[in-house]
């Protein structure tokens, strides 16, 4: 999966692109991760995840160029949280779309909660016009389990899916 992911970035992203990575960014063999870093192009905004390591480590020696727990930002003219888990309630400022992953393949957007992770993706990293254009606000997906619709983060045959 990592020579994947590596080479369809490699497609996408060029060396002066910004890429906000949404947490992650390596699992298993903490020692490989400089080296996928160093194949990767772009300048990586990294939003910290329960995978990574601490913002000094993931900096300075994995080599992100920014690291963040959570993230507020303007993206043409369109204000944006980011954080690794989807973020649930009211948030400190008025947002237009909140921008997660953690959830996997779980669903891929909820109203302005967007699953910006590569398993939905194809494994290919996404534009922030390419994820606004991949369902409307309205759609909501179904219960990986039992196919049911879920309401909010919920199936509502109460599969649990963990702690968000």
Same mark, same amino acid.
């Given at each position: 999966?990592?020579?994947?992911?590596?080479?369809?970035?490699?497609?996408?992203?060029?060396?002066?692109?910004?890429?906000?990575?949404?947490?992650?960014?390596?699992?298993?063999?903490?020692?490989?991760?400089?080296?996928?870093?160093?194949?990767?192009?772009?300048?990586?905004?990294?939003?910290?995840?329960?995978?990574?390591?601490?913002?000094?480590?993931?900096?300075?020696?994995?080599?992100?160029?920014?690291?963040?727990?959570?993230?507020?930002?303007?993206?043409?003219?369109?204000?944006?949280?980011?954080?690794?888990?989807?973020?649930?309630?009211?948030?400190?400022?008025?947002?237009?779309?909140?921008?997660?992953?953690?959830?996997?393949?779980?669903?891929?957007?909820?109203?302005?909660?967007?699953?910006?992770?590569?398993?939905?993706?194809?494994?290919?990293?996404?534009?922030?016009?390419?994820?606004?254009?991949?369902?409307?606000?309205?759609?909501?997906?179904?219960?990986?389990? +039992?196919?049911?619709?879920?309401?909010?983060?919920? +199936?509502?045959?109460?599969?649990?899916?963990?702690?968000?």
């Amino acid at each position: 999966m990592n020579e994947t992911i590596i080479a369809n970035w490699n497609v996408k992203v060029g060396t002066s692109d910004l890429v906000y990575h949404l947490g992650d960014f390596g699992m298993g063999q903490k020692d490989q991760w400089p080296k996928f870093r160093s194949r990767l192009p772009g300048k990586i905004i990294l939003v910290r995840g329960n995978h990574d390591k601490g913002a000094q480590y993931m900096r300075d020696v994995v080599g992100m160029d920014e690291v963040y727990d959570s993230l507020y930002i303007e993206l043409d003219g369109v204000k944006v949280y980011m954080s690794h888990r989807p973020e649930r309630g009211d948030l400190p400022q008025e947002v237009s779309y909140r921008l997660a992953g953690h959830v996997h393949s779980l669903w891929e957007r909820q109203g302005s909660l967007i699953n910006v992770g590569m398993d939905v993706s194809g494994l290919v990293p996404l534009t922030f016009e390419e994820l606004l254009a991949r369902d409307s606000p309205e759609v909501y997906t179904k219960c990986y389990i +039992c196919g049911e619709t879920l309401d909010g983060f919920r +199936c509502p045959n109460k599969h649990d899916y963990g702690r968000y």
